[in-house]
């Protein structure tokens, strides 16, 4: 396999657009815990104006992240929206973004996010390492390997493999289900 055949494609310049603003990530991440739902629903979950979140919504969807799904809906006024591609990965190498500074503030946007993640880790850390919680809400992991970039990307591949098998092996009625957020983020020795 030649280095970067592998490669994601970049998102396109609308999707780059749609996930630059926080609540938009905001939004994606509460499809990730059901992939249909209502804009009120979604709305009232982030404490947001429903004419905001519905104005988001369709940013969306333009951009391909969401779909309608009106075979859910209840009525004709009923706005019930479902998850078409639930991530995104930035590109690189051969496929570069269109608009650099806008993948910039992207990547800034998700590096925030991922910050978020971790404060909300480590807040939680040391009531489970001194045991007065006993349940695993998360884990900061980190492994050191020596790969060739051709096994790195191979990696990554499997990764997000076993990913798509546990989510569709899981049964979305399996009492005690949540939402567990999962950055991998590796760097080589020459960073």
């Known amino acids: 396999m030649d280095e970067g055949d592998d490669d994601p494609q970049a998102p396109t310049t609308a999707a780059l ?18 992939t249909a739902q209502r804009a009120a629903d979604l709305a009232a979950a982030l404490d947001e104006p429903a004419n905001k979140v519905s104005f988001h919504l369709r940013v969306l969807a333009d951009a391909g992240f969401l779909a309608e799904s009106p075979e859910l809906a209840h009525d004709r006024r009923d706005r019930v929206w479902r ?4 991530g995104v990965n930035l590109g690189g190498g051969r496929h570069p973004v269109d608009d650099p500074v806008l993948g910039g503030v992207v990547l800034q946007g998700m590096v925030d996010d991922h910050n978020e993640m971790v404060r909300r880790l480590a807040g939680w850390a040391s009531a489970y390492l001194s045991g007065d919680d006993d349940h695993a809400h998360g884990t900061f992991s980190r492994f050191g390997l020596v790969l060739t970039p051709d096994e790195f990307v191979a990696m990554l591949a499997r990764i997000g493999e076993v990913v798509e098998e546990a989510k569709a092996a899981h049964d979305p009625e399996a009492a005690g289900s949540r939402l567990y957020e999962m950055d991998i983020i590796a760097v080589d020795d020459r960073l």
């Open 17 to 34: 657009k749609a996930i630059a603003h926080p609540l938009r990530r905001r939004i994606l991440r509460e499809f990730q815990s059901r």
């Open 83 to 86: 998850i078409v591609q639930d």
